[in-house]
């Protein structure tokens, strides 16, 4: 079998604007279990949407095995979501990333996950956000700090948000 030069090409189809809806995926996340067994769709949409509790709602869809996308209604309900995690069913985490305009859900690696860590017994004078930076690099990548960890007179721990990368084994 052979192509002839007018089939070598390829498809190519031009950007048109036929007033066809398109999807809002400003306030989508998408997200897998970290495990690789199969998770209970129903029983995980309603737990979540439950404890999630999204003002403008939330809608949840099945993208294959162990992948899911996360729609959210307005940018509260999403925020809200991405900084109170990380979250668990049924004693899995759930590992989530934003999706950006014009990502494939599918294409999207899910393997940083982001933990509030707690640090005890600091020096005094050490509770500071530049040692929280330090620490939080030393064990991941930082992300932030809890600003109540550094008001008052005496703290017993300072709260830092940190990325990491589920693939590698944590610190002590």
Not at 67 to 90: I, K, M
Not at 129 to 154: C, L, P, R, T
Request: hydrophobic share 45%.
């Amino acid at each position: 079998m052979q192509l002839e030069e007018e089939e070598e090409g390829g498809l190519l189809i031009e950007n048109t604007d036929d007033g066809a809806e398109t999807q809002d995926l400003r306030w989508c996340l998408v997200g897998r279990f970290l495990s690789d067994r199969q998770v209970n769709f129903l029983a995980m949409k309603n737990t979540l949407a439950a404890i999630w509790r999204p003002v403008k709602g939330v809608f949840i869809k099945d993208l294959g095995p162990n992948l899911f996308l996360f729609q959210f209604f307005h940018e509260l309900d999403l925020a809200r979501v991405q900084s109170n995690g990380p979250w668990t069913f049924d004693n899995l985490m759930l590992i989530t990333k934003r999706l950006l305009i014009g990502e494939q859900p599918s294409k999207v690696l899910l393997f940083n996950v982001e933990i509030w860590v707690q640090v005890y017994d600091l020096p005094f004078g050490f509770m500071t956000e530049k040692v929280g930076k330090s620490i939080g690099n030393f064990i991941g990548s930082y992300v932030e700090a809890d600003q109540h960890s550094f008001s008052g007179v005496w703290q017993n721990y300072m709260r830092i948000r940190v990325a990491f990368d589920v693939r590698t084994p944590l610190k002590r």
